[in-house]
């Protein structure tokens, strides 16, 4: 299944670079929350959720590009999560932070990860306990978090969090690097980066891949309180995450 799901993940990045590289105008519209949506945004949410059910027709899935009612959703224990492009404002930007991302829950937790970044043609993934990074087609190395004592932090491009200015003020030694979408995830699985604090609003879309990625190369996605991020249907209120930091401590 995690190779089915790497190849559909690579045909949607396929189809956005098309976009992307093309002098074509992309339809952009503004959600309720003045996020951007794009044409883009629909056809690869199309080409994922066709591919999926080819794997799977029993499992259901949730995709940030269709509005769900959480009441019908609320007995689903394996699901798929996708965010078919995560970082519509890099795409839109032009800089390249953008994914492509796929995950199954089961039991409220995501157990398999699936990130592709068509611009830099890198493509991340996981299952269960073992991570991995594949820059070319097939060759796959594992990956696992890095404990340096410098650390790394990684922040959102273009989500500034108010509250991250105090969090540094507690740190002494440290380096910022900011990058958009998932690939903040990413960098903290293969050892690039340490902590990834997240203040803001995400949803559950956001996240799932990339906590799978990063708990299977050792890290850790908790709530502010000690709690590992939590994808269960059955007690939340709507799609939205608390916040939350992913760290290899």
């Known amino acids: 299944m995690l190779n089915k799901v790497c190849k559909l993940a690579r045909h949607a990045g396929s189809v956005i670079m098309k976009f992307y590289n093309s002098k074509e105008s992309i339809n952009v519209a503004y959600k309720l929350d003045n996020t951007p949506i794009t044409n883009v945004d629909h056809e690869a949410h199309n080409i994922i959720k066709k591919g999926l059910f080819s794997i799977n027709p029993n499992i259901p899935i949730i995709s940030e590009e269709e509005i769900y009612n959480l009441d019908f959703?609320?007995?689903?224990?394996?699901?798929?999560?996708i965010d078919p492009l995560d970082g519509?404002?890099?795409?839109?930007?032009?800089?390249?932070?953008?994914?492509?991302?796929?995950?199954?829950?089961?039991?409220?937790?995501?157990?398999l990860g699936v990130i592709y970044a068509p611009f830099f043609d890198v493509l991340y993934s996981s299952y269960k306990q073992k991570a991995w990074k594949e820059k070319k087609i097939g060759i796959k190395e594992k990956i696992t978090?890095?404990?340096?004592?410098?650390?790394?932090?990684?922040?959102s491009r273009s989500h500034p969090d108010k509250e991250?200015?105090?969090?540094?003020?507690n740190i002494k030694d440290y380096q910022l690097k900011s990058l958009g979408s998932s690939l903040k995830f990413c960098l903290i699985a293969e050892g690039i980066g340490q902590i990834y604090p997240r203040f803001g609003n995400t949803n559950i879309w956001d996240t799932a891949a990339g906590h799978a990625i990063v708990v299977a190369a050792g890290g850790k996605v908790q709530t502010w309180q000690g709690v590992e991020l939590n994808y269960s249907l059955s007690s939340r209120s709507s799609f939205l995450n608390p916040g939350f930091c992913v760290s290899v401590f």
């Open 73 to 81: 959703c609320r007995h689903w224990k394996r699901y798929w999560l």
């Open 88 to 111: 519509t404002k890099e795409f839109l930007k032009k800089n390249g932070e953008f994914t492509v991302n796929i995950s199954l829950i089961e039991d409220d937790i995501p157990v």
């Open 145 to 155: 978090v890095s404990h340096s004592k410098y650390l790394v932090i990684i922040t």
């Open 164 to 169: 991250l200015k105090d969090y540094l003020a």
